[in-house]
């Protein structure tokens, strides 16, 4: 069983900086991707970034420019590095793993860490 292991997180002020890491118990190269999602109150959950195996990535419009993945590939983890932090990045961020076969594919999911960001 994959297992997704975050880290990070916490309230930081606007403006401000934080970095989440995810650590997968099996290879980064088995996913098609790992990456972020975020959920917040009253909203359904969202895609933040994603990195595939191949090292492509993926932004959401709105953390273009603040926000930056990245990947250890020796400690198959990857980071995201949140800077100019906003109220409205306020969420559960989560680490997701994809693995895709030829005619499925499965989505392993972290517990989730919170991101609090408020004066």
């Known amino acids: 069983q994959v297992q997704l292991v975050e880290s990070g997180g916490g309230l930081v002020h606007p403006g401000g900086s934080l970095r989440v890491s995810c650590a997968a118990s099996?290879?980064?190269?088995?996913?098609?991707?790992m990456g972020w999602y975020r959920q917040a109150p009253g909203k359904q959950r969202e895609l933040v970034a994603t990195m595939t195996r191949g090292g492509s990535i993926e932004y959401s419009d709105s953390v273009k420019g603040r926000f930056t993945i990245s990947r250890d590939n020796a400690k198959n983890t990857v980071y995201l590095q949140m800077n100019n932090l906003k109220p409205e990045d306020t969420a559960v961020y989560y680490c997701n793993a994809l693995l895709r076969y030829a005619d499925s594919e499965t989505d392993y999911w972290g517990q989730g860490t919170q991101v609090t960001v408020s004066s």
């Open positions: 099996e290879s980064y190269s088995k996913f098609y991707h």
